[in-house]
């Protein structure tokens, strides 16, 4: 079972819906939980960072952690076409290397 | 927020030859920093984690004396792929850990070297 599990997709929605997306975690060492975005042959971006569990609120963006059942999410409201890319969720102790999901592939149709 | 350079942005070789990627902070001091390669449609695979003045911690199952990490100062990382073969072929991608923003050391990725092997 690797450490961080993501579902692939693709997920294609049409533009103004709201997206979720979600990964699960088996390490309970885990402390911090990212959210990261990919464009095509770019470099990955930090979108938010969660530390322990709890919500937390960016824009048009929400990163929520359960590490009761050991659940990452993303929510993204508004989706508009720009949003389209690959959504990598990831975790980590603390100063270690992180670990990170397969990545969820979003297209939002205009 | 915090700028990771890598040169070249891409590159094609021939098979045999070595191949050097750069990796540099550029407005801040990195005492880590992270190689990753991805492939098409997967997600980024870490290859080796490499602290300034000393050697890098490999994962397993990457050969160190295929690809050569030298961390020698605070804003510079390079990654040397030895006798590159058509397999090596991949998107590779560094990241630097800037220790002295804030209590969660954040991740800094580059854009990325493409690496065609031919």
């Known amino acids: 079972q690797k450490e961080v599990e993501q579902d692939p997709g693709p997920l294609s929605v049409p533009e103004g819906a709201i997206v979720s997306l979600n990964c699960t975690y088996s390490?309970?060492?885990?402390?911090?939980f990212m959210w990261y975005r990919q464009y095509s042959r770019k470099g990955p971006e930090l979108l938010m960072y969660t530390y322990s569990s709890g919500n937390k609120e960016d824009g048009r963006f929400t990163a929520q952690v359960d590490k009761s059942s050991k659940y990452i999410s993303l929510f993204i409201r508004d989706s508009q076409p720009s949003d389209s890319a690959t959504y990598l969720c990831a975790a980590e102790r603390g100063n270690t290397p992180l670990v990170f999901g397969k990545g969820t592939r979003l297209s939002v149709i205009a | 927020g915090a700028v990771v350079s890598q040169h070249p942005s891409w590159v094609i070789c021939k098979s045999g030859t070595s191949v050097k990627i750069e990796c540099r902070s550029l407005d801040f001091q990195a005492t880590t920093m992270f190689w990753y390669r991805q492939f098409p449609k997967q997600s980024l695979m870490l290859m080796a984690t490499s602290n300034e003045g000393s050697k890098a911690t490999y994962e397993q199952g990457v050969e160190k004396d295929k690809f050569l990490i030298n961390h020698a100062s605070l804003t510079l990382s390079t990654l040397t792929v030895t006798s590159a073969h058509p397999e090596d072929s991949s998107f590779y991608i560094c990241?630097?850990?800037?220790?002295?923003?804030?209590?969660?050391?954040?991740?800094?990725f580059g854009p990325g070297t493409r690496l065609t092997v031919l």
């Open positions: 990241s630097a850990r800037d220790g002295g923003r804030s209590s969660y050391n954040e991740q800094f």
């Open positions: 390490n309970s060492a885990f402390q911090y």
